[in-house]
């Protein structure tokens, strides 16, 4: 069973080379720590910089730089910096690559809801909903089961929808699935996860293949 | 020779709010917000008001001092996670708020000061941001009809201005304000630094001061950061 880190090791490994990418808040956040050997990619965070770089040393922390999650961070040579509309020009106008974000609940034709819980926390959509209509290649990194034990990967969502058929891949601590022709399919086990475990934590359509390989994590 | 927007303070930038109007107000979170103006807001006691702004501030800080002194009845924002008090009033009832995309958001502004009444976007598509939304199906995909935004008064905050509201934004700080400046009747801009004319490059400005009514040097910027995160030397 993979930790968040490990989850978001996994997803580093979905980045290629030339990719500009926009990393969510949570455990999406976390890629950027894990990206591969010999591959060049740009984040952007869509509140307005292109060429985000390591959170700062203490003591330099800059109040006018920050995240989409509102964390300083710092800008790595060549970085850009833009209004919102422009940074959401990039994302609508499909110029972003790779969205990775997080979700409270997945359905197997590719919905996600991950902004409210009615009568309970509303947070807002942010720029999720944008995100996730436009981009060609949606990851979200979530848990497998929420706190309650019961599953996020669902026939259909229960919550209100961020965005309909648009994920393409999920990834937990337990597994690596695609969703295509309205089913989650199971590409990779995480290490020491049964198939078996996997089928009992997802409550939308399982497809699993004869041999389900176990991720390999080593760079 | 070019016009000057100067006032003297936030007390003369903000004169002619009043209650029931709606406002639109710079910042993505606690970042590029108009401290100064806002302080003014919470002075005057304009109650009623409509404020666009991409969050709410904090509970202490930030639009969240309009909340807790309740002179805010609408938010149109698209993200209000960090201020609890913004929740209880939504949840409650006591405060109506339209949460929006960011991106619609933020076109909306545009739209709003470029002239542009309405326009498609495939954001909010299929849920309850579309429900009762036009829909268009472009290039094979649905989109949602969106309308553009305006406002009575727009208080933007920026790094440097010179006296003919001409504006340059720091960093992340810029978010919405460039586009905020675009759709206000009057808008007023808010500055670290003030400098006369000739002192800022024209090819280094952000806002032009074509959009800018007012202006003013702020008094002091607490800048406060919402979220330290630093990583070992």
Same mark, same amino acid.
């Given at each position: 069973?993979?930790?968040?880190?490990?989850?978001?090791?996994?997803?580093?490994?979905?980045?290629?080379? %030339?990719?500009?990418?926009?990393?969510?808040?949570?455990?999406?956040?976390?890629?950027?720590?894990?990206?591969?050997?010999?591959?060049?990619?740009?984040?952007?965070?869509?509140?307005?910089?292109?060429?985000?770089?390591?959170?700062?040393?203490? %003591?330099?922390?800059?109040?006018?730089?920050?995240?989409?999650?509102?964390?300083?961070?710092?800008?790595?040579?060549?970085?850009?910096?833009?209004?919102?509309?422009?940074?959401?020009?990039?994302?609508?106008?499909?110029?972003?690559?790779?969205?990775?974000?997080?979700?409270?609940?997945?359905?197997?034709?590719?919905?996600?809801?991950?902004?409210?819980?009615?009568?309970?926390?509303?947070?807002?959509?942010?720029?999720?909903?944008?995100?996730?209509?436009?981009?060609?290649?949606?990851?979200?990194?979530?848990?497998?089961?929420?706190?309650?034990?019961?599953?996020?990967? !669902?026939?259909?969502?229960?919550?209100?929808?961020?965005?309909?058929?648009?994920?393409?891949?999920?990834?937990?601590?337990?597994?690596?699935?695609?969703?295509?022709?309205?089913?989650?399919?199971? !590409?990779?086990?995480?290490?020491?996860?049964?198939?078996?475990?996997?089928?009992?934590?997802?409550?939308?359509?399982?497809?699993?293949?004869?041999?389900?390989?176990?991720?390999?994590?080593?760079? | 020779?070019?016009?000057?927007?100067?006032?003297?303070?936030?007390?003369?930038?903000?004169?002619?709010?009043?209650?029931?109007?709606?406002?639109?107000?710079?910042?993505?979170?606690?970042?590029?917000?108009?401290?100064?103006?806002?302080?003014?807001?919470?002075?005057?006691?304009?109650?009623?008001?409509?404020?666009?702004?991409?969050?709410?501030?904090?509970?202490?800080?930030?639009?969240?001092?309009?909340?807790?002194?309740?002179?805010?009845?609408?938010?149109?924002?698209?993200?209000?996670?960090?201020?609890?008090?913004?929740?209880?009033?939504?949840?409650?009832?006591?405060?109506?708020?339209? !949460?929006?995309?960011?991106?619609?958001?933020?076109?909306?502004?545009?739209?709003?000061?470029?002239?542009?009444?309405?326009?498609?976007?495939?954001?909010?598509?299929?849920?309850?941001?579309?429900?009762?939304?036009?829909?268009?199906?472009?290039?094979?995909?649905?989109?949602?009809?969106?309308?553009?935004?305006?406002?009575?008064?727009?208080?933007?905050?920026?790094?440097?201005?010179?006296?003919?509201?001409? !504006?340059?934004?720091?960093?992340?700080?810029?978010?919405?304000?460039?586009?905020?400046?675009?759709?206000?009747?009057?808008?007023?801009?808010?500055?670290?630094?003030?400098?006369?004319?000739?002192?800022?490059?024209?090819?280094?400005?952000?806002?032009?001061?074509?959009?800018?009514?007012?202006?003013?040097?702020?008094?002091?910027?607490?800048?406060?950061?919402?979220?330290?995160?630093?990583?070992?030397?």
């Amino acid at each position: 069973m993979l930790d968040k880190n490990g989850i978001a090791r996994r997803i580093a490994q979905e980045l290629q080379d %030339g990719y500009y990418v926009n990393l969510g808040i949570g455990i999406p956040t976390l890629v950027a720590n894990y990206i591969p050997q010999g591959i060049d990619v740009e984040f952007q965070s869509e509140n307005g910089i292109l060429g985000m770089g390591p959170f700062p040393v203490e %003591g330099s922390e800059d109040p006018d730089l920050i995240n989409a999650g509102k964390q300083t961070i710092t800008a790595l040579p060549g970085a850009a910096y833009f209004d919102s509309a422009m940074s959401f020009a990039m994302i609508r106008g499909r110029h972003v690559q790779l969205t990775v974000l997080g979700a409270m609940e997945v359905s197997q034709n590719g919905d996600i809801a991950n902004w409210k819980i009615p009568g309970k926390m509303v947070k807002g959509m942010g720029g999720a909903m944008d995100l996730v209509a436009s981009a060609e290649n949606i990851i979200v990194a979530m848990m497998h089961t929420n706190k309650a034990g019961e599953s996020k990967i !669902l026939p259909a969502c229960t919550l209100p929808l961020t965005g309909v058929g648009c994920v393409k891949k999920v990834v937990t601590e337990l597994a690596v699935l695609e969703i295509k022709d309205g089913a989650f399919h199971l !590409l990779e086990r995480a290490p020491g996860v049964s198939v078996e475990q996997i089928i009992a934590a997802t409550a939308g359509k399982l497809v699993v293949p004869d041999v389900v390989p176990e991720m390999n994590l080593v760079d | 020779m070019a016009l000057n927007k100067v006032v003297a303070n936030a007390e003369e930038a903000c004169k002619g709010i009043t209650n029931g109007m709606t406002l639109m107000l710079g910042g993505f979170g606690l970042c590029g917000i108009p401290e100064n103006s806002i302080a003014q807001l919470v002075k005057l006691g304009v109650n009623d008001l409509t404020c666009i702004s991409n969050n709410a501030g904090v509970d202490d800080f930030g639009l969240g001092l309009l909340l807790q002194n309740k002179q805010i009845r609408k938010m149109i924002s698209s993200y209000v996670g960090e201020n609890e008090e913004f929740e209880r009033q939504m949840l409650s009832g006591e405060l109506e708020v339209d !949460l929006i995309p960011q991106g619609s958001l933020a076109e909306r502004c545009r739209a709003g000061g470029a002239g542009i009444p309405a326009f498609f976007t495939p954001a909010g598509y299929g849920t309850e941001v579309g429900e009762g939304k036009e829909v268009r199906i472009f290039n094979g995909k649905p989109h949602i009809l969106e309308t553009a935004l305006t406002a009575d008064f727009a208080i933007v905050k920026a790094w440097k201005g010179d006296t003919a509201g001409n !504006l340059i934004f720091k960093a992340t700080a810029r978010n919405f304000n460039p586009m905020m400046a675009m759709a206000g009747t009057i808008t007023i801009a808010e500055v670290e630094e003030l400098v006369p004319i000739g002192h800022l490059d024209p090819n280094q400005i952000h806002t032009p001061g074509i959009f800018v009514q007012r202006i003013f040097q702020g008094n002091s910027y607490e800048k406060r950061i919402e979220q330290r995160t630093v990583r070992k030397a």
